[in-house]
């Protein structure tokens, strides 16, 4: 199974580059009032796509047509032993992420996948990794300012602890700030 969710991790960091690049080399040919729209947002979210008690991430966004936007991001996160949910010692975890926006007027439905994987240690390193799928709202200013969004996840994966199960739901919410764009 381990095999399958590297093959996923490929392929999601080969579409989340193809995306990125893309963008950016889009924006470099021409100054269309798409490539304007170009954001960079900073947050720290509480659960969501960590499992965990927090992750602070960046991502990038930018339009795709007039309602629709791309997010791009990588999240990190560590957590010292006892003090994250389940008392393991300590987590450090990354979570790339795409995401999906369609709305206007700073209000978004937020769709996206992403790849969790942490490690656990000391003690030995453990390494846990599954796929988040999510489905929210995302309040984004079109200007800068504050940047908040709160999701609904659920975790795919041979790793959940719950009972065997390989489906987690689970849930997040996110405070941040979006830049301000270049003049």
């Known amino acids: 199974m ?3 969710f590297l093959m996923l991790f490929k392929l999601l960091f080969l579409l989340i580059y193809i ?3 893309n963008g950016i080399s889009c924006s470099a040919q021409e100054s269309s009032k798409f490539s ?8 720290l979210e509480f659960c969501g796509n960590s499992f965990f008690i927090y992750n602070i991430t960046y991502d990038f966004s930018f339009q795709i047509a007039k309602k629709q936007k791309i997010a791009v991001g990588l999240g990190g996160q560590y957590s010292p032993s006892g003090i994250n949910m389940l008392f393991r010692p300590s987590v450090t975890g990354i979570y790339p992420q795409i995401n999906y926006l369609y709305g206007e007027n700073n209000a978004y439905l937020e769709v996206g996948t992403g790849y969790t ?8 390193v453990e ?3 599954f796929v988040p799928l999510r489905i929210g709202y995302r309040y984004q200013k079109d ?9 609904f996840v659920t975790f795919w994966g041979d790793q959940i602890w719950w009972d ?4 987690t739901p689970w849930g997040g919410v996110a405070f941040g700030y979006t830049f301000k764009k270049r003049e």
């Open 19 to 21: 995306v990125f690049f």
């Open 164 to 167: 065997g199960y390989k489906v």
């Open 36 to 43: 304007e729209n170009n954001q960079h947002n900073i947050f």
């Open 117 to 124: 994987f942490f490690w656990f240690y000391p003690g030995g």
């Open 127 to 129: 390494l846990s990794q």
């Open 2 to 4: 381990k095999t399958k």
């Open 143 to 151: 200007n800068g300012g504050l940047f908040w969004k709160i999701a």
